[in-house]
C-alpha cells in the first residue's frame, strides 16, 4: 500500500529539548516536504526537498531543520523547541508525472506536537 | 494579497448541494486543487483543476475555475454525512514546489 508514514503521531515534549519527527515514504517519490498546519492559517511549508541531499527553504523555516540521506525518509528537526512551535505536522511526499508537472501530495496522517 | 482565501464554516443539510469556494491569487498558477482532511488524517486529494479549464466534474464533485476573478469553487452534489470534512484548496504558484494553501472550510453536513 502506498503510504507516508510520520512518527510519532502525538508528541508532548518542553522547551529546549531535542526532538526528531521522522517521515518515510514507499512510492519512491523524488520530492518529499514538511508543513506545519494551525487554526486560520492553512498549511504553511516549512522545508522540502527535491532529491537526495537537496533541501531547501519552504515559508516558514526558523527553529527547524532537516535532513535527506535517503530518497525514502525525510526526517524534521527542532533543535531547541519552543512553545510556537506547538502545532500539527504533516509530511508529504510528490513526484513530477507528465510535461506540465502537477504536483499532488501524498500526506502522512500528521504529528501533533505540544512544546511546554 | 498573498493569501488564498476561503470562508472557513459551511453547513448543509444531508442530500443539498454543497459549495466551498476559494479566491486565489497568482494569475500564472498552473494547477489548482482540492484536498479534503477527515478528523484525525491526513490530507487527500479530492480533485484538481488545470489553469486552461473552466470546469472538472467527477462523478459528485464539479470544480468551477474563474481565472478572469482567480476564483475557485468546489461543488458536492447530495452531501452525505461522510463528507464531513475540512476542504482546502490550493494554488500551484511559480513551480512545481510552489503549493500555497488556504486555512480550510469546515464542512458539517446535518440531516
Known amino acids: 500500500e502506498a503510504q507516508v508514514t510520520q512518527n510519532p503521531r502525538y508528541l508532548i515534549t518542553v522547551t529546549g529539548k531535542k526532538l526528531t519527527v521522522t517521515c518515510s515514504q514507499n512510492?519512491?517519490?523524488?520530492?518529499m516536504s514538511w508543513y506545519r498546519q494551525d487554526p486560520g492559517l492553512g498549511l504553511r511549508q516549512i522545508y522540502y526537498?527535491?532529491?537526495?541531499?537537496?533541501?531547501d527553504k519552504g515559508d516558514v523555516p526558523e527553529g527547524y531543520k532537516v535532513s535527506r540521506k535517503e530518497k525514502r525518509n525525510f526526517p524534521l528537526i527542532l533543535e531547541s523547541p519552543s512553545p510556537n512551535q506547538t502545532s500539527l505536522y504533516f509530511c508529504?511526499?510528490?513526484?513530477?508525472?507528465?510535461?506540465?508537472?502537477?504536483?499532488?501530495?501524498?500526506f502522512g496522517a500528521g504529528t501533533r506536537l505540544s512544546v511546554l | 494579497g498573498e493569501d488564498v482565501e476561503q470562508s472557513l464554516f459551511l453547513s448543509v443539510r444531508e442530500g443539498d448541494s454543497s459549495v466551498i469556494n476559494c479566491t486565489y491569487t497568482?494569475?500564472?498558477?498552473?494547477?489548482l486543487y482540492w484536498y479534503k482532511q477527515e478528523p484525525g488524517a491526513g490530507l487527500q486529494l479530492l480533485t484538481y483543476?488545470?489553469?486552461?479549464?473552466d470546469m472538472k466534474q467527477d462523478q459528485r464533485l464539479t470544480v468551477l475555475l474563474n481565472k478572469k476573478d482567480k476564483h475557485l469553487s468546489l461543488r458536492i452534489a447530495d452531501t452525505q454525512t461522510g463528507d464531513s470534512a475540512i476542504y482546502f484548496c490550493?494554488?500551484?504558484?511559480?513551480?512545481?514546489?510552489?503549493?500555497?494553501f488556504g486555512a480550510g472550510t469546515r464542512l458539517a453536513v446535518h440531516p
Open positions: 512510492m519512491n517519490h523524488e520530492y
Open positions: 497568482d494569475s500564472s498558477s498552473t494547477y
Open positions: 490550493a494554488e500551484q504558484r511559480g513551480g512545481y514546489n510552489k503549493l500555497i
Open positions: 483543476i488545470f489553469s486552461n479549464m
Open positions: 526537498s527535491m532529491n537526495v541531499e537537496v533541501t
Open positions: 508529504a511526499s510528490s513526484s513530477p508525472t507528465g510535461g506540465a508537472s502537477k504536483n499532488i501530495q501524498y
